[in-house]
């Protein structure tokens, strides 16, 4: 089945425990059973060789933002590696919680939820490309396979968190894949929780080097990648 979502649309949600958004849309949750930020930090971060690779201007980009718990993870290990320049962030995602939902999900994690005041503040207001002392972030809302292609940059680290390729098939498949590859910076990683034939394949097709990883707790295989 095929999303293409208007630029109003959102997020539809139900809560598990009171605590765990799931999308009715995509009847997938947000964000790992076990332990959402360590499994951010093990798949997007480390997937990625970050904090290790991080330089003044580091840009990361990401499909699916979700929560934003993956953006305030990587925000966290920005801050602890002493960087004081902003971290640059762009994340495409088509269906937005309001900053409510996203409050109330980010409160499961207290790192996380103790530094997103500043931009659920913003997000609030409705805006969507939001400054912070150390933080310059564009959320571009839409469906991916027409707003990535009209992107004008390239990012050093991609963050692949869309719902589940079962689910969510088009926002994994070849052409976006390909409009990833286009936008990533020479050297550039990628990772993503999926370890999917289908996405690897793709993903190889665009032209970047695949490996599949160890994954996070109950899951054996992830997908790490760099731009051959």
């Not at 095929?2 to 425990?17: C, F, I, S, V």
């Not at 503040?121 to 490309?129: D, F, L, P, V």
């Not at 050297?187 to 190889?204: D, E, P, Q, S, W």
């Amino acid at each position: 089945m095929t999303h293409t979502p208007a630029q109003n649309q959102t997020a539809e949600l139900t809560w598990r425990d009171g605590t765990l958004p799931v999308s009715t849309r995509f009847d997938d949750p947000y964000f790992s059973l076990e332990n959402g930020l360590a499994e951010t930090r093990h798949v997007f971060l480390a997937g990625n060789d970050l904090p290790a690779r991080f330089t003044d201007g580091f840009h990361i980009a990401e499909l699916g933002f979700g929560t934003g718990l993956n953006m305030f993870a990587a925000l966290l290990e920005w801050r602890h590696a002493g960087f004081t320049t902003p971290l640059r962030f762009t994340s495409f995602e088509a269906f937005p919680m309001s900053a409510d939902e996203m409050d109330k999900a980010l409160a499961a994690f207290p790192e996380a939820h103790a530094i997103a005041d500043p931009f659920l503040t913003e997000w609030a207001k409705g805006t969507r490309c939001i400054e912070t002392r150390d933080l310059i972030a564009e959320i571009i809302i839409g469906d991916a396979r027409t707003t990535l292609p009209a992107w004008n940059d390239a990012a050093d680290a991609w963050f692949l968190d869309g719902f589940s390729p079962a689910k969510n098939p088009e926002l994994w498949e070849q052409d976006l894949m390909a409009e990833v590859a286009r936008h990533a910076a020479k050297g550039g990683t990628l990772a993503t929780y999926t370890a999917a034939g289908f996405v690897r394949r793709n993903l190889a097709a665009a032209g970047f080097t695949v490996t599949r990883s160890a994954g996070y707790g109950r899951k054996r295989h992830m997908t790490t990648a760099t731009k051959s």
